[in-house]
């Protein structure tokens, strides 16, 4: 995982080679490997390697193509064998990624895009034209920031130099934090107004006179997948996650995989296992890492993850994180946090989870995360019924009914609703209780950001693309901008690697029958039939569900520092939070009331994160400024008792 820096002109000032003196030690941390820089043709690019791949020894960045543009990249090709097979000749001496994608775009200029499957983003500085295009991998797992000043770019696959070397402070964007209080932020947006993100599957073209975002790659709502059997489904999905897993093993150290216990990860880990025994991945040996908390009755994992090192015959690193979840998060003083979720202090479980990956001498961590949302894990049949609605199935639709309201133990009348109400307009069907802004935001500010707030939420269309379809892009985009709110970190540093978003893995479950994902009864279906003969039934069969007790519980614990925290907000000072009615909920959740405790901790962490980059100075004006926009800019009233 390599970062890259660059800084162009449009106006013919040469570059200035001083600009690496204050980026490179932001950069230094997250590329120990190798460093590569270039400053020329009004342009400055500053290159740092993290080897993770055999191959990524051998690049050398920035890359100058032979019509003279100057790439520079930062990921992992999954596809390298197939675009050399569409390259021929003409890459086969090719090793490095970046080559590949180099010869790749030279023949197709931004039509290669689509073609480059993986983890991945680009920047292509044509000086011949003073163009610049940056581009960014369809699921959106690697990061690529920029902002355009006058005649000038910055941009960076971190945030940080594009804040600290700006020279000025920067307005809070209230969207970006609206949506770290709901359902995370829109793709394109960061915590300050100027600074951008660039969506993924798309590619930002910039020039003089030319600044546009085009989307490159999308689902084709026109692919299906029809078998006559469901042995030729499952064998389909078994060579395509076996397909997953072994592009995410690409390593030339040992992977470190997360294993909980439950289906996800066990999946990944017995797949990967199958694949290493075969001889089918690069890797050569798995680790695992295991989380447990025996004070959470709801969380008994560690059952579920012992046995599967059994079956392994080793075990992996166990992190006990009871008492180590504070519901107020620190920011560490020395380090700077460009976002509510960077630069915490680091506590035990995170201490020990470096000392894991160095001891193992991992530097490529796998994650179960996707797994739930792309394969069935809700045992809904909406998404169904929605599409024999859409296709006029009434037949199969009544059919299908009768089987899922025996299941759900529900009149059939009231699934009908439920699957006819998605097509219905907003205002007619009002909003989901669960996609209700929290109560405690301030009305204006609810009033101005509604739309992220709400998840972005949109209304199904009955014709073209299948509704099961559309709700999967929508379950998506969710998880992109989820990711596009996970930091890199470089304490300690390593790459993440996520099987259940690969692309031709996510293309296959949004082209089969819905009904093959789930059935009444049988949640996840394809998948457990699919993987029967590699994870064991305790495990396919498992029904994990999990409550976590301990942020109620910290909010006890932590008491006088959340009645500290809680006056004289910054979020209320700025108009976000209503603070009387903010202090009330949270005297609720100390009384073991049900709250939304995930939203009432996002809100402290961007609390505590307002008061680390003010210490900064980065944002503009002062807090007092926004007071105005309260009715009652008083301190909220809570009580001290247990202070």
């Known amino acids: 995982m390599s970062v890259q820096f660059g800084k162009c002109s449009f106006d013919g000032k040469p570059a200035d080679s001083h600009e690496f003196d204050r980026v490179r030690p932001i950069l230094a941390p997250y590329g120990p490997d190798t460093e590569g820089s270039l400053c020329q043709n009004g342009a400055a690019i500053l290159y740092r390697g993290f080897h993770t791949t055999k191959e990524s020894r051998d690049e050398v960045q920035p890359h100058i193509t032979r019509s003279g543009a100057v790439i520079t990249w930062t990921g992992r090709l999954d ?8 390259l021929g000749s003409e ?14 775009y030279e023949r197709w200029g931004t039509e290669a895009f689509p073609k480059l499957v993986g983890d991945w983003a680009l920047s292509r500085w044509d000086p011949k034209n003073c163009s610049l ?20 770019i910055l941009w960076s696959s971190i945030l940080d130099p594009l804040v600290l070397v700006a020279g000025h402070s920067f307005e809070l964007n209230q969207e970006y934090i609206a ?22 599957s798309c590619f930002v073209q910039l020039g003089k006179q030319t600044r ?12 299906t997948i029809r078998y006559r059997s469901d042995g030729e489904y ?42 290493i025994t075969h001889g089918a991945a690069e890797t050569q040996r798995l680790d695992t890492v295991s989380y447990y908390n025996d004070s959470e009755p709801d969380w008994n994992e560690r059952p579920y993850f012992t046995g599967l090192e059994e079956k392994r015959g080793r075990s992996g690193c166990h992190i006990n994180v009871v008492s180590q979840r504070s519901f107020l998060v620190e920011f560490a003083p020395d380090r700077f946090a460009a976002t509510p979720s960077a630069g915490y202090f680091p506590n035990q479980a995170a201490n020990e989870f470096s000392a894991c990956l160095t001891s193992n001498g991992n530097r490529v961590v796998l994650s179960g995360i ?27 639709l009544a059919r299908q009914l009768k089987l899922w309201a025996l299941t759900k133990r529900k009149p059939w009348v009231h699934l009908l609703f439920d699957a006819i109400r998605g097509f219905l307009p907003l205002p007619l069907v009002g909003v989901p209780k669960d996609k209700r802004p929290a109560e405690w935001l301030h009305t204006g500010f609810v009033r101005r950001n509604r739309k992220s707030l709400q998840g972005y939420e949109h209304r199904l269309k009955l014709l073209g693309t299948l509704p099961s379809l559309q709700e999967g892009v929508s379950t998506l985009d969710l998880l992109r901008r989820q990711l596009g709110c996970s930091p890199l970190t470089s304490m300690p540093l390593y790459e993440m690697r996520y099987p259940y978003l690969d692309r031709d893995l996510l293309e296959f479950l949004f082209s089969v029958p819905r009904e093959q994902l789930v059935r009444p009864h049988q949640r996840r279906s394809l998948m457990r039939r699919a993987l029967a003969s590699i994870v064991p039934d305790e495990i396919l069969n498992r029904r994990k569900a999990f409550v976590s007790r301990a942020p109620l519980n910290s909010i006890s614990l932590d008491w006088p520092r959340v009645l500290e925290m809680s006056q004289r907000m910054l979020l209320a000072e700025r108009g976000i939070v209503e603070p009387n009615r903010f202090s009330r909920e949270l005297e609720r959740a100390r009384t073991g009331a049900e709250v939304a405790t995930v939203l009432l901790m996002r809100a402290f962490s961007v609390e505590a994160w307002l008061k680390h980059v ?30």
């Open 79 to 86: 596809n390298r064998n197939e675009l050399l097979d569409l």
């Open 212 to 223: 546009r975002t085009v989307r490159y790659w999308d689902f084709d709502p026109a692919r």
């Open 133 to 152: 295009i940056l581009a960014k991998d369809s699921i959106g797992t690697q990061h690529l920031y920029y902002s355009v000043e006058r005649d000038q």
């Open 91 to 104: 890459a086969r001496t090719q090793r490095a990624d970046i080559d590949i994608v180099a010869v790749a």
């Open 179 to 200: 949506g770290w209080l709901s359902f995370f932020p829109a793709v394109e947006l960061t915590p300050y107004i100027g600074i951008q993100s660039v969506p993924p």
């Open 234 to 275: 499952e064998d389909h999905f078994f060579a395509v996650f076996a397909q997953a897993v072994r592009r995410k093993l690409r390593s030339n150290t040992p992977v470190l995989a997360e294993l909980s216990g439950g289906i996800d990860s066990s999946s990944i880990v017995c797949m990967a296992d199958n694949l």
């Open 614 to 643: 003010s210490g900064h100075r980065i944002l503009a004006g002062s807090t007092q400024q926004f007071a105005g926009s309260l009715k009652d800019p008083q301190p909220a009233t809570i009580s001290a008792e247990n202070k």
């Open 370 to 396: 996707g797994g739930d949302e792309v394969t069935g894990g809700v045992p809904t049949p909406t998404p169904e019924l929605q599409d024999l609605i859409a296709r006029m199935q009434l037949q199969e």
